[in-house]
């Protein structure tokens, strides 16, 4: 079965074209995750602590301690762990 992957757009939810945001100690229990989807912008995330993983084009990625990830438009992703994270997310139309 062929699954069609969820497209979301920055634009249904700001007319600004970007939005900025924080999430501090974040936790599992935390976050309301999202099915594994696609976007139409960019996303940075700009992690200061903790540990998180993501999948990204149906593979894992861990990020450690600070570091950055940009999401491209189109590419699969989704959120699937965060153990004490501290990070800003910014999304941005292309």
């Known amino acids: 079965m062929n699954k069609v992957l969820p497209i ?3 634009i249904s939810a700001t007319q600004r074209g970007w939005e900025i945001s924080n999430y501090q100690t974040l936790e599992n229990a935390d976050l309301i ?3 594994l ?17 993501i999948m990204l084009d149906f593979e894992t990625v ?6 950055i990830l ?6 699969a992703h989704q959120g699937i762990l965060a153990e004490h994270v501290d990070a800003w997310f910014f999304a941005v139309n292309k």
């Open 33 to 35: 995750f999202k099915a």
């Open 37 to 53: 989807h696609r976007d139409d912008h960019y996303i940075f995330v700009f992690q200061q602590e903790g540990r998180s993983q």
């Open 8 to 10: 979301f757009s920055l």
């Open 70 to 75: 940009c999401i491209l438009p189109g590419q």
């Open 62 to 67: 861990e990020i450690n301690g600070a570091a």
